[in-house]
């Protein structure tokens, strides 16, 4: 999977919640994620289809989604409720759907998200398909963008 | 006038509820839906002055229902909004020959939102 593939992604969420949620947010340097399970208590998914194909994951902590989305919402949520899960899944769709005005090299379709939370749960990542993980902190405490795309034969 | 908020994402449609009523749109005059086929069973059932509409959601997506809602003589040139993170330019293409009305991608804020949609909600 080729670098240039992962900044569409870090520029769509810097863009999410910096400029739009006015968090600050601070971006670490991507690594490789050795263990693809290795994910935070909450996870909004998408899958990436079309002339490439892949996955990104937005991974929070279960307070962080909590106080995240109240940020997005403009409410103030206490518990990780339905309305809660629907904007992380709102959320992650804001990152791969912006994220493809910056991968040129394909027409992409993106999933509707999915959400799911617990400490054991399993993501069926792209066979075969590195997974690079960006990690972000902010005064809500850190999350993930974790993405997976197959290069183009 | 009625505005159809039509969006999967209940956050969403609460988001863009709270800027109407922020813009001074009565909340009776705003009408939810949940994706475009509910949209389509309540615009043949209201006259609608206003679609917000969301692209990627389950049974009918946005895209199809402009197709649907455009082929109805009463909506041929009802003001149609999409409001949806994809962000490439042949996604806007495809919306615009579709027949909606204005293009905006999320994530937006309020102001912004109402400056693009003001015009329509004046009309």
């Not at chain 1, 990436?48 to 106080?67: C, D, H, K, N, P």
């Not at chain 2, 988001?15 to 939810?32: F, P, S």
């Not at chain 2, 043949?44 to 229902?65: C, E, H, Q, S, Y």
Request: hydrophobic content about 45%; overall charge negative; proline content about 4%.
């Amino acid at each position: 999977m080729q670098v240039k593939y992962v900044n569409p992604f870090l520029n769509a969420s810097v863009r999410l919640f910096r400029d739009h949620l006015g968090l600050r947010v601070e971006s670490g340097k991507p690594f490789l994620l050795q263990d693809p399970q290795a994910l935070y208590e909450v996870s909004g998914i998408i899958g990436l289809a079309g002339e490439t194909r892949g996955a990104v994951v937005l991974s929070f902590g279960r307070e962080t989604a909590i106080r995240i989305v109240s940020r997005f919402a403009g409410q103030e949520f206490v518990a990780l409720g339905n309305e809660v899960l629907d904007g992380v899944g709102e959320l992650i769709n804001i990152i791969a759907g912006n994220a493809k005005q910056d991968l040129l090299e394909f027409r992409i379709q993106i999933s509707l998200p999915g959400v799911i939370t617990g400490n054991s749960y399993k993501i069926h990542w792209p066979e075969g398909v590195p997974v690079v993980c960006i990690p972000f902190s902010c005064e809500f405490g850190p999350f993930s963008v974790n993405v997976s795309l197959k290069d183009i034969a | 006038m009625k505005i159809l908020v039509i969006d999967d994402s209940a956050v969403m449609r609460r988001i863009h509820r709270n800027i109407l009523k922020e813009r001074g749109i009565a909340d009776q005059d705003i009408i939810d839906a949940e994706d475009g086929q509910v949209a389509l069973e309540i615009a043949a059932k209201n006259t609608i002055g206003l679609f917000l509409v969301d692209w990627n959601m389950p049974r009918l997506d946005g895209l199809d229902f402009v197709h649907r809602v455009r082929a109805m003589e009463s909506y041929a040139k009802t003001p149609i909004i999409m409001i949806t993170s994809e962000a490439a330019r042949y996604n806007v293409v495809e919306a615009i020959q579709a027949g909606v009305t204005n293009y905006v991608v999320k994530p937006i804020k309020g102001e912004a939102l109402i400056e693009k949609i003001g015009k329509y909600l004046d009309a």
